[in-house]
């Protein structure tokens, strides 16, 4: 008898169990958009407003899109970062002046109350963390969650930006661009014999934080015919950031090192810990370009010209035909309607003098 009731009780849960698991197609699990909505990288479907006069760029990556897309004069807050790129400032004066209403992950709801924005645009922090969150949706305007890791979600981005303010023609400039890019790159890289590929050590911001497995950092390195080191090992995942230790680095032994971040830069090639590198040695440390953001940056919108810069200045026998230069000053001239003068370009290429101080946790 006893086991009679076991048997009830285990096929009673199974029926159960299957009751509830989710049916493949099931009508009320679709989510699809319309002309007047779209699906952001949370799932949720979001409403286009109908007219759209103020934007609360709540993401610096997002800002650098909407500008891009001709509707950066509509923005009136954002985060820090977009007020300390001097080429935006250049395009977008009035950005010196709008609302901050987000600082260190924290949203500050009068401030965004004082934009009075028609649409909002966060991070994926931001929609995770319930008291954030709750601030965003008191306000009852339509928000988009962005997160990208990946070209191909990099790309899905723009093209969402695009459909919400009307921009379509210019999203497809930038993505055609973009492949246009990977297309030159792919080409140049299968030239290029495996056994010449060189082993790199990306640092992203800081020297211990780089480019995990799944990342759009990894992804382009890798496209560029580049072998990130950081994959040998496991990562320590700190929210967005991957970290590794110094100990892993000189185990590694990396024969190029590329930073973003001049501190950084500076640090790697003097702090005496990092001298007994092979990239150190062979003065091959590197730092990367710097336009509107640091290119190669997780949220770079110059991805594309990350690795144009990597098959000229890694593998310079193998790119003679590629111009980095021309296809610098097509980028921002084509996508932002925006000559740079040869004083810029440099500057850019050096990574220098293109951000201002940080003053505030964006």
Not at 184 to 191: E, G, H, R, S, Y
Request: hydrophobic fraction near 40%; aromatic fraction near 8%; glycine fraction near 4%.
């Amino acid at each position: 008898m006893k086991k009679n009731r076991i048997l009830i009780v285990f096929i009673s849960i199974l029926i159960f169990l299957t009751s509830c698991a989710p049916i493949e197609n099931q009508e009320a699990a679709r989510v699809e958009e319309s002309e007047d909505t779209v699906i952001d990288f949370a799932g949720r479907l979001v409403e286009i407003p109908e007219e759209i006069d103020s934007i609360a760029a709540l993401y610096t990556v997002v800002g650098h899109v909407i500008i891009m897309l001709d509707e950066g004069d509509k923005i009136t807050a954002s985060s820090n970062g977009l007020k300390r790129d001097k080429l935006i400032l250049n395009m977008e004066p009035h950005i010196e002046d709008i609302y901050l209403p987000k600082s260190g992950g924290v949203v500050n709801i009068e401030e965004l109350l004082n934009s009075e924005p028609d649409m909002i645009f966060v991070d994926m922090p931001i929609y995770w963390n319930k008291d954030e969150l709750e601030k965003i949706e008191k306000i009852g305007v339509p928000y988009y969650v962005l997160e990208f890791n990946s070209m191909e979600e990099q790309k899905d981005l723009v093209r969402d930006v695009g459909k919400i303010l009307n921009r379509k023609e210019e999203a497809d400039e930038y993505i055609d661009l973009y492949d246009e890019i990977i297309e030159l790159t792919q080409k140049t890289v299968d030239n290029i014999p495996e056994d010449e590929r060189i082993r790199v050590y990306h640092s992203i911001n800081e020297a211990v934080r780089t480019s995990a497995e799944g990342t759009i950092t990894n992804q382009w390195l890798e496209m560029s015919g580049l072998v990130n080191v950081a994959q040998e090992d496991d990562l320590r995942q700190d929210e967005d950031k991957y970290l590794t230790s110094l100990e892993d680095i000189l185990k590694w032994n990396p024969e190029v090192i590329l930073t973003n971040e001049p501190a950084t830069y500076d640090y790697i090639k003097v702090q005496d810990n990092f001298q007994s590198l092979d990239a150190v040695i062979n003065d091959k440390v590197h730092l990367l370009p710097t336009g509107i953001s640091r290119w190669g940056h997780s949220t770079s919108i110059e991805t594309p010209l990350a690795m144009l810069w990597v098959l000229k200045n890694i593998y310079p026998e193998y790119s003679e035909d590629v111009d980095l230069i021309g296809y610098t000053r097509r980028f921002y001239r084509e996508l932002f309607d925006y000559e740079l003068t040869d004083e810029q370009i440099n500057n850019i290429l050096a990574g220098v003098d293109m951000r201002k101080a940080k003053d505030l946790e964006e």
